[in-house]
């Protein structure tokens, strides 16, 4: 059973907002990971989003793509990725896991067996971009049968009978996404954001999280306000891709406590 909706009722008892730091299994280097997403737990991370390395990662601006290369180059596929989240299970079994990719490793291995697998390795959330609603209550419904939460993405440009689809059929929360483009493109408006979560929040009742373009502790803090939880990426995979071996799971820990004291201010 997914650790999605206990999480989000412990935060909301405790009158806290979500964070939720992304980083890409692999990146950058499969041995890298594990320690990665212990790091993101040790500063203050109370879901971990893990990218699914893709070659053709749409919604992903140059940051996050780079990081996929560099996991492709070490081969890196989804059943590694499970193995990553495996080994993480085995010292973690509270915090809980999404994974963060496209359809086509997924289709690779068959709906079947990728919901027993990632069910198997402990992941609790699924979120992949190119399974539109309308195409994947199929997919949705074995994820659930699984014990998976199958997770959406909503844009500023989707309209209302698409928000109220994804309002039926997701499980887990709502990803919002903050801005027109890719990950890491652009500075968000807050005020838009503002503005279009009572609609979706009308729509369904999960927790919404904000994501792409947030890149600082600041606007962490103040997306936090408006929404149920913070997704923050591309800052992070920067801070990995600059960091030496030897400071980068040190850089990381420490980046996100940074997000994480703004968000309880």
Known sequence: MSRIPATFAALQAAGRKALIPFITAGDPDPAATVPLMHALVAGGADILELG???????????TIQKSSERALKHGTGLRDVLAMVAEFRT????????????????????????????????????LTVDYPPEESAEFAAKCAAAGLDNIYLLAPTTPAARVEAVGRQARGFIYYVSLKGVTGAATLDLGEVAARLPAIRAATGLPV??????????????V??????????????????????????????????GVRAALDR
């Not at 999280?209 to 103040?222: C, M």
């Open 52 to 62: 699914v390395p893709f070659s053709d990662p749409m919604a992903d601006g140059p």
């Open 91 to 126: 010292s973690n079994s509270q915090t809980p896991v999404v994974l963060m990719g496209y359809a086509n490793p997924i289709e690779a291995m068959g709906w079947d067996g990728f919901c027993a697998a990632a069910a198997g390795a402990g992941v609790d959330g699924v």
């Open 209 to 222: 999280g904000v994501g792409f373009g947030i890149r600082d502790a600041e606007t962490a803090r103040q």
């Open 224 to 257: 936090g306000q408006v929404a149920d939880a913070v997704v923050i990426g591309s800052r992070i995979v920067q801070e990995i891709e600059s960091a030496t071996p030897a400071e980068r799971v040190e850089r990381v820990r420490n980046f996100v406590a």
